[in-house]
């Protein structure tokens, strides 16, 4: 197995890189990438982003949301979270390449006294409290298995970015399941940095304490690759945000003008229908002002846009645009 060195800290750059390597690479060889993400929400192949992640509190706190090629929940990452991914061919069912894959992180964390356990269908846990979960993505003969290790992020942006606001929304879209997290931090023996538990980790999953002279570093070709595909994939809101599957959504919020209640539809990452309801007062009909959303992006500078190039006062008294992008979005 060869170990690909990446220093970057661009989820959009890392997601990339992993389907580089599942695709690309010699596909006669096994590696293994270890990697850390700057604040990001990683979106599960088949979820609705909206429905995974506090919109405010994203922006607000200027975290990335970017969707990866496997299945599997919502996650967090931060500088305190470590990603390890396996590039192997597939000789084995799903579930048995979920075990043969998270055993050697469980052995390897044993080495460190942390008595963790493979739980449920995807995670690893210690005391019953979740601090990894796992996802794959199958190509062809080829397998990617990754997943996280929280060993010492900031459990309370965790919950707070992916605790959704909304005030309903409804999709087809795979939920994520909420369980109690833990970092691996506290039940280490001895207190070690995280750079140091990465160099410790890859030495014992390589069974070579000196892999540094044989792991693989990305050439200008494989970077400039690299860099094509997060541009054309990662770095794009239609598959950040656009590739949900359609969605309900019913939001409601009260302002000094009165009730606004919003319900449309979503699909593609487009407005198919909308209704607008609610107590306020204007003199034009705002019927006339629904068919303007169809196919508009579902996106708040989209949406603003469009606001702004109509008589917007004529139909909402004392409720503002940044008002209904609140509502709409918020």
């Known amino acids: 197995m060869i170990s690909i ?17 599942v695709k690309y690479m010699d596909p006669s060889e096994d590696y293994i990438l270890l990697w850390q993400n700057e604040p990001s929400v990683i979106i599960g192949r088949n979820q609705n982003t909206m429905e995974e992640i506090n919109l405010k509190y994203i922006q607000d706190n200027n975290i990335h949301v970017v969707r990866r090629l496997s299945g599997g929940g919502a996650v967090y990452h931060d500088l305190g979270n470590l990603n ?18 998270t055993e050697p992180v469980i052995n390897a964390l044993r080495n460190f006294g942390v008595s963790a356990e493979f739980s449920g269908r995807n995670d690893i846990t210690i005391e019953g409290k979740k601090f990894s979960g796992n996802a794959q993505y199958y190509y062809g003969d080829r397998l990617l298995h990754h997943g996280t290790i929280l060993f010492n992020s900031d459990l309370s942006v965790v919950q707070a970015a992916l605790n959704v606001k909304a005030d309903k929304i409804e999709s087809k879209g795979v939920k994520s399941v909420k369980s109690r997290v833990t970092n691996v931090y506290p039940y280490l023996q001895n207190s070690i940095s995280i750079d140091e538990f990465k160099d410790t980790l890859l030495r014992f999953l390589l069974q070579d ?23 054309k994939r ?14 309900d959504v019913e939001k409601g919020r009260r302002f000094p003008g009165g009730k606004l209640d919003l319900r449309f539809n979503v699909k593609d990452g487009r407005i198919t229908k909308i209704k607008i309801l609610g107590d306020f007062f204007g003199k034009g009909e705002v019927s006339g002002l629904e068919p303007l959303f169809t196919e508009r992006q579902f996106k708040e500078d989209s949406i603003k846009e469009l606001l702004a190039a109509i008589d917007y006062e004529n139909y909402f008294a004392n409720i503002t645009i940044e008002d209904f992008i609140e509502c709409m979005f918020y």
């Not at 060195?5 to 390597?21: I, Q, S």
């Not at 390890?84 to 043969?100: E, G, L, Q, R, W």
């Not at 990305?218 to 541009?231: G, R």
């Not at 990662?234 to 969605?247: D, I, K, R």
């Open 5 to 21: 060195r990446n220093e970057c800290k661009d989820p959009h750059f890392n997601l990339a890189l992993e389907e580089y390597v």
């Open 84 to 101: 390890f991914t396996f590039i192997a061919n597939n000789d084995k069912d799903v579930m048995s390449n979920f075990m043969k894959f």
């Open 209 to 231: 304490n000196d892999y540094a002279k044989s792991e693989y570093v990305l050439t200008e070709k494989d970077l400039s690759a690299v860099k094509e595909l997060m541009e």
């Open 234 to 247: 990662y770095s794009l809101w239609q598959w950040n945000y656009g590739e949900s599957p359609a969605f």
